[in-house]
């Protein structure tokens, strides 16, 4: 059984910077890439981040300069440095990772950015 458990998220002006985290526990082996989703009020899912074991990253084009992921492959973490924040970037964010051929997530953290 694996478990994910996202931290970092809040309240934040607009401009304003979070840092988000997602540690990973339980029986692991490996784990192959890592995502942040979001979730905003009445819209699907979205890839937000996600990194590669061996660090290669992409980005939703709305976050590009903006965002950065990262990964301690030792700590089984993934984070998430938020800057510049919008309005637009308000959203539960959830954390991805990928085990063998199976995927789990994280419960999500609360991210508002206020105007």
């Known amino acids: 059984q694996v478990q994910l458990v996202e931290s970092g998220g809040g309240l934040v002006q607009a401009g304003g910077s979070l840092r988000l985290s997602c540690a990973a526990s339980g029986t692991i082996v490996s784990i192959n890439g890592m995502g942040w989703y979001r979730q905003a009020p009445g819209k699907q899912r979205q890839l937000v981040a996600r990194?590669?074991?061996?660090?290669?990253?992409n980005y939703a084009d709305s976050v590009k300069g903006r965002f950065t992921i990262s990964r301690d492959n030792a700590k089984n973490t993934v984070y998430l440095q938020m800057n510049s924040l919008k309005s637009e970037d308000t959203g539960l964010y959830y954390c991805k990772a990928e085990i063998v051929l199976n995927e789990y997530w994280g419960q999500g953290t609360q991210v508002t950015v206020s105007s």
């Open positions: 990194i590669s074991r061996s660090g290669i990253t």
